[in-house]
């Protein structure tokens, strides 16, 4: 649940507070939207560190259910505002992008992705 | 459902500021119509990956969306410099994006097949200095 992640990471809530007890199964990370366009799965957490109106248009396109920022950043008012109108649950994290993906994954959160074999890429059954 | 559905956009390029807001709205559309969530997300990434393509590379473009009982249809028809290698620009990875385009989080050679993959049925067609025009087909069922 949202909620254990924020936990998990110690992250503020910037907007979507009442999404807390939203269900995520599936992580990815990444600061290149269009590797989230490609490799991302509906329902996703996204971690990143991209701070700008784009992050959130891609994961409302996206079907990202809840985006955390790393290293502590903030997003502006205008990209909180988005994110609202767009009913995406955004947190702040002080961790590092390695380390907040590091305490996710330990705590059982999976990967959107298979690992790459021989250039193909396979989503997780 | 009635015959068809239809609505036109126009993108203006290198207006970063509002990239996204003709496929946030096809979204919306189609959520508002109940469409199976897959099917939008697959539409919504084509148009999206379509819309930033004119915003990073062209003049300007329109987007017409057409809905029928058994498909959705994207044309995206652009005033650019065109694709002098569609077989190039087909490939992952390759991608003659600029600096302020990367720091966006886009231009990584993507966009193209991502397109094609998220596509039934998917047609480029590309004269230089002109434009591109991009034709793609979902299937609903």
Known sequence: ?125 | MSASFSRSFTIEGRDFLNAGRASTQIKTILKELSVDPAIIRRVAIASYEAEMNVVMYATRAKLKFTMSASAINLEIDDEGPGIPDITLAMQEGYSTATSQMRELGFGAGMGLPNMKKNSDEFVIESAVSKGTRLTMTIYIN
Do not use: W
Request: one cysteine or more; glycine letters at 6%.
């Open chain 1, 1 to 125: 649940m949202l909620r254990e992640i924020r936990e998990i990471l110690s992250a503020d809530m910037c907007t979507g507070e009442e999404h807390l007890d939203m269900r995520i199964q599936f992580g990815s990370a990444s600061d290149l939207m269009s590797d989230v366009l490609a490799f991302s799965r509906s329902g996703a957490l996204l971690l990143t560190g991209l701070m700008n109106v784009q992050t959130i248009q891609t994961a409302f396109i996206a079907d990202i259910s809840a985006v955390v920022f790393v290293r502590g950043k903030r997003p502006t008012d205008e990209i909180c505002a988005l994110a609202k109108e767009k009913r995406i649950p955004l947190l702040s994290t002080p961790y590092s992008m390695y380390e907040a993906c590091g305490r996710l994954y330990s705590k059982g959160l999976l990967s959107t992705m298979k690992p790459v074999c021989e250039g193909t890429v396979q989503e997780e059954e």
